[in-house]
């Protein structure tokens, strides 16, 4: 007798495709295969269970108002480029998780490609926009950098036949928290090296669908966006208890620097690098943490700020070294 082979999470992977017009697949997409840690991304509804008074008080019907798809990706960062590409894999991903948070309206979203098995329960997810955005790198882990998406989605449709897997994955490697730099100072001119165990970057637009009539999403209206960014060191002294102490506002320029081996798939060098300014880090307060048979830990965290220029609250730059 047979037995059912259930589906196997290794087996599952996702590829990605910009749409021009927010939750319509485009007519030729390019897809990017984006390896991921996890996939989360579901369709919802919102019921209600209408109970008229015909003499019974439990429930006795379901109705579906709306739906929009909405869930977690988790990946890392990397460098490789797939063949013809012409950006790294983490260029393309971090210009969508990043968007400027300037950007109210067309905000960019993507088609979701799960296979699933695959092609036992493939499914494409449609008008995948980023609600909030999480980067973090630490000691810990083997030295990962993390990237999580928080999402929201259109529609969700089958799906017959997934996106082949590219063939050179063996060129894949992951960005490294041990070859990330951060440094803070006045401004860009007068910036020092900190000596960091961790970092996290987070940034969040408070998406509401809007329906305005329709089954699924028409679109997502951002709320207040609002962003933060952490650093955590060894206590040596109490700089940063003194900062903590002021009754004024401190506002500081930090640079962070990532890079990732590419493998020979880039134009140049060995790395994909990005380098990540904040104009106006305001600070927002240092935690410490005391442990009596090991080092005391602080973590100093900031407000993500737009600057008084016309200058971004951020700004990344690429390039290969």
């Not at 749409?19 to 007519?27: C, H, K, P, S």
């Not at 210009?95 to 098995?117: H, I, R, V, Y």
């Amino acid at each position: 007798m047979s037995v059912e082979c259930p589906i196997f999470g290794d087996k599952s992977y996702l590829t990605l495709a910009n749409e021009a017009v927010f939750g319509v697949q485009d007519g030729s997409p390019a897809y990017r295969y984006l390896p991921v840690l996890t996939y989360g991304l579901e369709l919802l509804s919102d019921q209600r269970q209408p109970m008229p008074y015909t003499g019974m008080a439990e429930e006795f019907d379901n109705i579906i108002g709306q739906q929009h798809v909405a869930g977690a990706i988790s990946t890392a960062l990397y460098g490789w480029r797939n063949g013809a590409d012409s950006t790294s894999l983490a260029e393309y991903i971090m210009a969508w998780a990043f968007t400027d948070l300037e950007t109210l309206c067309n905000l960019p979203s993507k088609t979701a490609q799960w296979a699933e098995g695959p092609d036992v329960a493939n499914k494409t997810h449609l008008g995948v926009t980023i609600n909030g955005a999480t980067l973090a790198g630490s000691d810990d882990n083997g030295s990962a950098i993390t990237l999580n998406l928080d999402t929201l989605g259109s529609d969700e449709d089958p799906l017959t036949t997934a996106q082949t897997i590219p063939s050179d994955l063996e060129r894949l490697n992951e960005f490294l928290f041990r070859d990330s730099t951060f440094s803070i100072g006045a401004d860009s001119g007068s910036l020092t090296a900190i000596e960091l165990k961790g970092f996290t970057w987070q940034q969040q637009r408070n998406l509401t669908p809007v329906y305005n009539g329709s089954l699924t999403p028409r679109r997502f209206r951002p709320g207040k966006p609002n962003a933060t960014f952490e650093f955590n060191i060894e206590k040596a002294d109490g700089t940063w208890d003194a900062i903590r102490r002021s009754a004024v506002s401190n506002n500081y320029y930090g640079r962070l620097i990532l890079k990732g081996l590419h493998n020979g798939t880039g134009a140049t060098g060995d790395y994909a690098k990005v380098q990540i300014d904040f104009p106006k880090l305001s600070f927002n307060v240092a935690k410490d943490t005391w442990a009596r048979s090991g080092p005391a830990l602080q973590g100093i965290t900031f407000r993500i700020q737009k600057p008084t220029t016309t200058a971004a609250s951020f700004g990344l730059t690429w390039s290969e070294v």
